[in-house]
């Protein structure tokens, strides 16, 4: 049971089933009705602010009676009826009484006993000398008012209220437009997230699976931290350091790292913060930048994505962005104009390196590049590890297994992976996370989610089955194959009614010619499956021709495996992206139309050669392929251990053939 309660029904008050005798009906509990709870900015209490001033204004300030016309007024104080005059600027007001009663309230009880109330009498003054001569000669009491008060709340009622009305308006309208109103007023300020000295608390040992990018950063959290010792021998530290590698790796993390260990004050700025529609704004933020940098050395700048604004202007055939082009030009002109001694230091981060400008590459700029690459198996155990530490992990659990089963996964990858698996054990009802939520979480992130709940007609469903079965045993006939780890025909993700995973047992950099055919062999056994049982075709292969197409094509125009052009590299010129989807739209061809043909025409006959080979091994172990899709129809999904007793019996006769080219 954990501390909180978790583990005990009776004290989960967020399930609606165990809400106590409270609530007979399990109803949830209701929220916490405190007042001004939440209690957030909004234009509509200035709007009722505003009404209700106004509303105020209109009934108390201006509840006056109607004028009347000036020689009326007059006569009514030759008459006698007016007894006391108010003058003011504005208005003479006439009551007919001398003192001052305020009107009764309506009543159905006459009181004979109360005085009448004052009936008042207005008039605009006009410039007449002779209505104070009129006053003293009928014996009439006068004075003179004055309205300063009155001036005032008019003034605040009909200039000032207004006026902060639509300020107030305009400051919620650009705080909810963003960018979009902050740049008018703030055109040269950057927007750099500044992490002050000490409140970063990433470290060197939060980071694994990177060990030679840490130890090529070590220096500069050495020089941040005793630059005298470089100075006095007369070394100097590198203006920059650029960190290159694919998206996931962790660039960003051994950025914060080093400022970590540094404990230096941290600027960090995406390089599509400094690019605007305006002008010159970008370039007035790198100054800014680097201005509240010095002011604070020594620091670290971290600038991520560099790429967009440090793109080459020499390939630029638009003839290239003013805007961009000025940013770069700045930067450039910033990062010469520091000393390496002052104690700042520029990091940035791309996955795009052979887009950059030269101009930042060179000596003195950018001088040192660090490779944050995948990491290995010993590195994807170690990020595991880091994880991992504040998951409860069952006894059983073995993250090298996982390591071994997450070939060519990143950091990022990873940390999703031991993020999935916690969810699924809480969504399982467990309180450990054990290996099979691992495992269920390593093919949710390759396969896709599981979709037991589509609808498959049994005929599609057998043919999945033979189709899964084809590639399983196709990889098992092949030499050199990645072992299957599981079989399974539960539909997952968006299209895949069922699938093949396969995990190798230790990382491959370098692949021979008969390994890549093997792989061509292994895309290409579903579909000779489907055709050799129901002696018909399927889209089902779409997936799997495309990618052994790919690799026929990289065999014979980048790794020079063909017998025309042995050894001879047909590649298209292309600037790509470090990872897994490495191609540009556009590409330049550096050959003529007709090895294009040759290309096209040996593609179809590789693949077209090792499909003979496959369906020929199949049709061989027929009785084998019957069985195995047999089994996969009824469990739905094989795993290794299930898949291997199957091909025992199989593996030692002389009904096992292996594919051979």
């Not at 009906?25 to 106004?54: A, E, N, Q, R, T």
């Not at 030679?212 to 010792?229: G, I, Q, S, T």
Request: with cysteine.
């Amino acid at each position: 049971m954990n501390k909180d309660g978790s583990g005990d029904p009776r004290k989960n008050k967020k399930n609606p089933k165990n809400s106590g005798p409270n609530f007979p009906f399990g109803g949830p509990h209701l929220p916490d009705m405190k007042p001004f709870k939440g209690w957030k900015f909004s234009i509509l209490y200035i709007l009722i602010l505003v009404v209700g001033m106004s509303l105020f204004n209109y009934v108390f300030l201006n509840r006056v009676n109607p004028t009347i016309d000036f020689s009326e007024f007059k006569a009514k104080i030759t008459s006698g009826e007016i007894k006391r005059v108010e003058l003011t600027d504005s208005y003479f007001t006439g009551y007919t009484s001398l003192l001052k009663r305020e009107p009764l309230p309506a009543s159905p009880l006459k009181n004979p006993y109360m005085p009448p109330a004052d009936t008042i009498y207005r008039t605009v003054p006009l410039n007449d000398p002779d209505i104070i001569k009129l006053m003293d000669e009928k014996g009439v009491a006068y004075y003179a008012v004055s309205r300063e008060g009155s001036t005032i709340l008019n003034i605040i009622f009909s200039w000032v209220l207004p006026i902060a009305f639509f300020f107030f308006i305009w400051r919620f309208l650009m705080k909810r437009l963003g960018n979009m109103g902050g740049n008018v007023l703030s055109v040269g300020q950057n927007r750099a997230v500044i992490v002050a000295e000490g409140d970063i608390i990433t470290r060197f040992s939060d980071v694994a699976g990177v060990d030679e990018a840490k130890d090529e950063l070590v220096e500069v959290v050495d020089f941040l931290k005793n630059p005298k010792k470089y100075t006095d021998i007369g070394g100097k530290i590198p203006k920059g350091v650029l960190l290159v590698g694919p998206p996931g790796t962790g660039k960003t993390l051994l950025a914060r790292a080093v400022a970590g260990e540094a404990g230096v004050a941290f600027f960090r700025m995406s390089g599509a913060d400094f690019v605007e529609m305006f002008v010159g704004v970008g370039a007035a933020r790198v100054r800014d930048l680097f201005k509240q940098a010095r002011d604070k050395a020594p620091c670290i700048i971290f600038i991520d994505e560099l790429d967009a604004i440090g793109k080459s202007r020499i390939n630029n055939i638009a003839g290239g962005n003013d805007e961009r082009e000025q940013t770069l030009n700045q930067l450039l002109v910033e990062m010469d104009g520091f000393d390496a001694t002052s104690g700042l230091i520029i990091l940035a981060a791309t996955n795009r390196p052979d887009v950059l400008d030269p101009a930042l590459l060179r000596p003195g700029r950018f001088d040192r590049q660090v490779l944050v690459d995948r990491p290995d198996l010993k590195g994807r155990e170690a990020i595991l590890q880091i994880h991992s530490k504040t998951v409860k992990l069952g006894p059983q659990v073995d993250l090298a297994a996982v390591a071994r089963s997450t070939s060519g996964f990143v950091g990022a990858d990873l940390a999703n992976i031991v993020n999935e698996a916690a969810l699924l054990a809480v969504r399982g009802g467990r309180q450990l996370v054990g290996q099979k939520d691992f495992e269920e979480a390593i093919e949710k992130t390759v396969a896709g989610l599981q979709k037991k709940n589509r609808v498959i007609s049994p005929q599609e469903r057998r043919i999945v089955a033979f189709h899964e079965t084809g590639h399983a045993l196709v990889a098992a006939f092949t030499p050199g194959s990645d072992p299957v780890q599981k079989i399974s025909i539960v539909p997952r993700g968006f299209g895949a009614l069922g699938y093949t995973l396969q995990m190798p047992v230790e990382d491959r950099y370098l692949m021979t010619e008969e390994e890549l055919l093997g792989k061509i062999d292994v895309l290409l056994g579903g579909r000779a499956a489907e055709e050799l049982v129901f002696g018909k075709i399927s889209t089902g292969a779409a997936n799997d021709l495309t990618k052994a197409t790919d690799i026929a094509r990289k065999m014979i125009t980048d790794y020079g495996m063909s017998s025309r052009f042995k050894n001879v590299a047909l590649t298209q010129r292309g600037a790509g992206m470090l990872g897994p989807q490495s191609q540009e739209p556009l590409l330049h061809r550096e050959y003529s139309e007709a090895t294009q043909q040759y290309i096209d025409e040996e593609i179809a006959h590789t693949v077209g050669k090792q499909y003979i080979l496959v369906k020929d091994t199949l049709g061989r172990n027929r009785p084998l392929l019957d069985t195995v899709a047999g089994l996969l129809l009824e469990k739905e999904s094989l795993d290794e251990k299930e898949f291997k007793n199957l091909l025992e019996p199989v593996t030692g006769s002389s009904g096992f053939q292996e594919i051979s080219s």
